[in-house]
């Protein structure tokens, strides 16, 4: 029998590295667990009520909505009348966006598939759970892959003419830039801050910073044939 | 002396009825409020102690909390808003018309569910972002990040089967284009657009089975996994507290302290 080790030993309490440890129990050491100790309240009545009352200002707060603002009810469905622009509910408009400039198979199937796989999986990566500064280590190498990938992001937004996309894809990379130039010794507040952020960060707030770009340019900013037009122009 | 309500209201907890309901009893104790959430099937999803630090506003901002408000509230409209629906053309579009100007305060019911979805939606976005930002989908609360992932995906499909079932002309074209969509899957696009729609177009077929999914399918599902994200939240540990946070240091380092001496 010879079975090949799927697992390295060492020593290490560092929660955020090692996140599966044993506890080896030795001679003369009790078998106690040090608990950081930490004032907790009771859920009955305490956090319930705190929860209860959560719930009741936000259903005061949609019930003074809903008696301000009638929900929208136009004519009756009728197939042989395409309305112009033709807009899917607002939280799929970033996605209607981008099926203005992508085929359905990549803009409808391909781009939210894969958002949908790359949410389910940051958590299987060590990467994102050691989250250390995504420029700290090998910061030459990582630089260069950072240039590469960013120069061909917006290389393909560019000819796909998605400059909605690219603008805040050029955002966020200058900020990038300043977490590579900056280190956990800089001087300023702001450039510590952007070098201890991990790559995880970075995407998730490109992410979400092109799905509320996305979202607003497809919901106020597109009218008929899917042009532009200004919020406050009737059309 | 006269009886205070809260007095009243602990006789009542000691009647035999309510104790054979609620067996936790009416003390106060700390064993007492532990059994309160540990003896109710509900409740007991829940862990009886939740840190201090994280009940306030700063460290969830109760965004999972205020999502399953919006839940309740669109569960009890919707229930209300079924007993005036047909799901049937076009008798619904006549049935939205109806609450909107015959049935007692209908357009108020109508117009509670419409943007308590929307906030609902808006919600668990928000809710996302902000377990991502804290760091709280490391390990061991993993497979809880992933069933909020296939929750938000159910909520994206109770909003968008909804959006059909007043069957006007907003109602259509939005499922028109999003339908569509299904059909650019490669290989299968076309059958799958067909299942979806009970045809090739969005009609009567459609709004029955975007229906059943609303009412029926969707919520039970929600349901079912709403329940295991809560469980999971006592089982891996208790809402995510962020170690390097002051309440923790300072536990630590009293509790160092304690060992030197």
């Known amino acids: ?235 | 002396m006269a009886k205070t309500v809260t007095q009243y209201f602990d006789d009542l907890r000691d009647t035999r009825v309510w104790r054979s309901i609620f067996r936790s009893g009416t003390g106060t104790s700390t064993l007492h409020r532990s059994l309160a959430i540990q003896q109710n099937v509900f409740l007991h999803l829940f862990s009886t102690k939740v840190r201090r630090r994280m009940v306030s506003v700063g460290a969830t901002w109760y965004l999972g909390t205020l999502t399953l408000g919006t839940f309740l509230i669109l569960v009890i409209t919707g229930i209300l808003l079924m007993l005036y629906y047909h799901p049937s053309v076009p008798q619904a579009y006549a049935d939205a018309k109806d609450l909107q100007f015959v049935v007692s305060s209908g357009l108020f019911l109508r117009n509670l569910h419409r943007w308590s979805a929307h906030a609902m939606v808006f919600l668990v976005f928000a809710h996302m972002f902000k377990v991502f930002y804290r760091g709280a989908y490391r390990p061991p609360r993993e497979f809880n990040w992933v069933i909020g992932v296939i929750l938000l995906l159910i909520t994206l499909l109770l909003s968008y089967t909804g959006y059909l079932l007043p069957w006007d002309q907003l109602a259509f074209w939005a499922i028109t284009v999003g339908s569509n969509i299904a059909s650019a899957v490669p290989l299968l696009g076309n059958r799958i657009h067909f299942l979806l729609l009970g045809g090739n177009s969005v009609n009567a077929n459609a709004l029955l089975r975007f229906y059943v999914l609303h009412c029926m399918i969707l919520p039970l599902t929600a349901i079912f996994f709403i329940a295991i994200h809560f469980w999971r939240i006592r089982k891996d540990g208790g809402l995510y507290a962020h170690p390097s946070e002051p309440a923790t240091l300072r536990a630590r380092a009293a509790a160092v302290g304690k060992e030197a001496q």
């Open chain 1, 1 to 235: 029998m010879s079975d090949s080790k799927d697992f390295v030993t060492g020593v290490d309490s560092n929660a955020k590295k090692a996140p599966r440890r044993v506890v080896f129990i030795t001679r003369r050491i009790s078998a106690q667990v040090k608990a950081v100790e930490e004032e907790t309240l009771q859920t009955f009545p305490e956090v319930l009520f705190r929860a209860v009352v959560a719930i009741e200002v936000l259903a005061v707060v949609l019930v003074w909505i809903a008696l301000a603002f009638n929900a929208p009810l136009e004519g009756l469905a009728d197939p042989s009348h395409t309305p112009n622009p033709a807009k899917a509910p607002w939280y799929f408009l970033g996605l209607q966006e981008m099926l203005h400039y992508f085929p359905p198979v990549v803009a409808g199937v391909l781009a939210p598939g894969l958002v949908v796989i790359a949410l389910i999986i940051i958590p299987y990566f060590n990467i994102n759970i050691e989250a250390e500064g995504v420029f700290l280590k090998d910061r030459d190498r990582r630089l260069k892959i950072f240039y590469a990938a960013a120069v061909a992001l917006c290389v393909f937004l560019f000819l796909f003419h998605v400059y909605v996309a690219l603008v805040p894809t050029l955002i966020v990379a200058a900020f990038m830039i300043l977490a590579g130039q900056s280190s956990l010794n800089s001087r300023s507040t702001f450039r510590r801050y952007l070098a201890s952020k991990p790559l995880s960060f970075w995407i998730m707030s490109w992410f979400l910073f092109e799905l509320i770009v996305l979202t607003a340019i497809g919901t106020f900013f597109r009218g008929p044939g899917w042009s532009w037009v200004w919020p406050w122009t009737r059309y």
